[in-house]
């Protein structure tokens, strides 16, 4: 069963998400909460597998409460997914860098938040399939290209690097390799500690800062 926390300050929007996420017989739904300091504390309490995360709220915003659970070690089983209306760029940025392993749109429909949390539950990332390519070429746009940040890494990674920039699943990377998808895993991993990157969405905004990946690759949901 894949345990979920609600938080934000829309006691309708809980309710509504409540209601469309335990439709499903694999999750259930264990807190709610209306505020960012709260949903922390409850984070804290529960240990949910997913935070269905607010941005807008009062008091500490729903970017900051990402952070803190996302740099509590003790909550390392939790993953975060940003939800809100708001699709600028600074927020998706901001999202991704404070470790939220997912973004989508509250206009997403209910299967597809459903397929979200289990995703994210899954261990992997995911984004609104409407708004991965903008926030991969912001983060390029903004970033001054260190290619010397990938100097630890090996030939095979930095290949394997590429193929997550441009949001491929292990599957697709092991075919287009000609490796098997639980070596794929192995220097997923390997990245992920060489490079500091808590999630494949990390390491596809990595891709597009360190200049691997161009804006314009192709993309999907998933990264």
Known sequence: MITVLLVDDQELVRAGMRTLLERADDIEV???????????????????????????????????????????????????????????????????????????????????????VRIVAGGEALLSPTVTRRVMQAAAAAARPSPERLEVLTEREREILVEVGAARSNIEIAARLHISPATVRTHVGRLLGKLDARDRAQLVMIAYETGVIRPGAESDRRC
């Open 30 to 116: 264990v807190g709610e909460s209306g505020s960012g300091s709260t949903g922390v504390a409850l984070t804290r309490a529960v240990h949910p597998d997913v935070v269905l995360m607010d941005i807008r709220m009062p008091g500490l915003d729903g970017i900051a409460a990402t952070r803190t659970i996302v740099e509590d070690h003790t909550l390392a089983s939790s993953s975060v997914i940003v939800l809100t209306t708001f699709d600028t760029d600074e927020n998706l940025l901001d999202a991704i860098r404070a470790g939220a392993a997912g973004f989508l749109l509250k206009d997403t429909g209910p299967e597809a938040l459903r397929e979200a």
